[in-house]
């Protein structure tokens, strides 16, 4: 795809890029970061945040180990200023959708199955060119105002490296979301998430992923911490931080249909306290309750979107800490043992349960072993285990990793 130019408001600034945004290479024998931005069009911030750490890093040559990619997400989009054209080149990203992408004539008719084949091939190539360890961001923002978050796979490698960032970290929206493109990379085994800046015409956000790029560089070792500007950005990120525990859980998700007439109560926040009961949203004329208590995430305030509202709640401390133990001693082996229970594959990837004979295990059990449920019907739940895959031998030397 062509180079295009694509807008800011808050910077009221235009920039032409291409699929590759640009890179910065250093010393061999260091990590490989690849962060994308603007997967969503109407999510200029981190694109022009990336841009601007590039410019720096082209003006200031600071000594720098290993590489750092920038890629851009919907081009198309991105010109147009709206989220995507045909489908969510964030919801694509599946092994049924990417096998797909081989059939030419199937992808011709869709600019976003082209435009992520373009994505696929390129990370295709960082990954055959470059050693690693490897790393994956993807920079987002949020059409309500919120501080900036995390929102992350629930596996131990994921886990520890988000716990150095002073913002709230979301787990376990794999199991509400479709095909995410930073899901499809964590199931590879890589330390992959995504990071919400803020509104998406806001300035700050475009601030928020700048910090949130420097402190990744930083905390890879790619940049020294004197040469990252760490603290200043640490700050940057750490006072608009609410929350003392900073770990969350996913515990519902209001799905819309595309044509639905949906409406936020207004004035409600992301992060916002609500009660059981409160009514959250009008949808086509009918008021929507939240069926629990927790905070309220990621309301949508406008535009197009499947996801109407999500609940989190805390995650305790005793629970990540007894997870974390169960997992490095692979407690799931004993489960099979168990009648109702079995593994899906020779890969020990997969568990699944009948839930006729294992009646007693709920989600929240299966969560504590770093297993994600993806589809349950009547009687069976299809569990996938994150740790099975995780690469965690490559990261053992990593500066955060110790
Ligand atoms: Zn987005």
């Known amino acids: 795809m062509t180079a295009i130019r694509i807008h800011s408001k808050p910077l009221n600034k235009t920039l032409e890029v291409s699929r590759l945004i640009g890179s910065h290479k250093g010393k061999p024998g260091g990590p490989t970061l690849i962060f994308t931005g603007g997967i969503h069009g ?3 911030a981190g694109v022009f945040a990336l841009q601007s750490v590039l410019d720096d890093l082209e003006r ?11 890629i851009s997400g919907n081009l198309s989009a991105l010109e147009r200023g709206v989220r995507y054209n045909q489908v969510d080149l964030n919801r694509l990203w599946t092994r049924e959708k990417l096998a797909g992408l081989e059939d030419d004539k199937v992808i011709s008719f869709h600019d976003e199955l082209v435009q992520q084949k373009e994505i696929f091939d390129l990370m295709q190539d960082i ?12 920079l987002h923002t949020t059409s ?5 978050f995390i929102t ?3 596996s131990l490698l994921n886990r520890k490296f988000t716990n150095l960032f002073p913002v709230p970290l979301i787990l376990g929206i794999e199991e509400f979301l479709d095909g995410p493109l930073l899901s499809f990379i964590n199931e590879l085994g890589y330390v992959a998430f995504g990071f919400e800046g803020g509104q998406h015409d806001s300035p700050k956000s475009i601030d928020y992923c700048r910090a949130f790029t420097y402190l990744a560089l930083s905390f890879t070792g790619c940049l020294s911490a004197e040469d990252a500007d760490h ?5 940057t990120l750490q006072k608009v931080m609410k929350f003392r525990n900073k770990f969350f859980e996913i515990i519902y998700r209001e799905e819309i249909e595309p044509d639905d007439n949906f409406i936020i109560c207004d004035g409600y926040l992301n992060f916002q306290k609500v009660q059981k009961g409160t009514i959250i949203a009008i949808n086509n004329g ?3 309750p939240t069926p629990f208590t927790g905070h309220i995430f990621m309301p949508l305030y406008q535009g197009k979107g499947n996801d109407g509202f999500f609940i989190i709640r805390k995650t305790p401390v005793f629970f990540l800490r007894l997870s974390s133990f169960l997992r490095k001693i692979s407690f799931d082996r004993l489960l099979v043992a168990l009648p109702g229970v ?19 295990f709920t989600r929240q059990f299966f969560h504590l072993m770093g297993y994600r449920s993806k589809q349950k019907d009547a009687t069976h739940l299809k569990l996938k285990n994150r740790e099975a895959v995780s690469r965690e031998i490559e990261y053992k030397d990593a500066p955060w990793n110790n």
């Open 42 to 44: 109407n999510e200029p």
């Open 60 to 70: 200031n040559k600071p000594e720098f180990n290993g590489s750092i990619y920038a």
């Open 127 to 138: 990954l055959a060119k470059e050693t690693g360890p490897f790393y994956f961001f993807d």
């Open 144 to 148: 309500g105002e919120t501080e900036p």
């Open 152 to 154: 992350v796979n629930d």
């Open 231 to 235: 603290d200043t950005h640490f700050d």
């Open 286 to 288: 009918r008021q929507l």
């Open 342 to 360: 079995h593994w899906r594959s020779k890969t020990r990837e997969e568990l699944v349960v009948n839930l006729k004979i294992a009646r007693f």
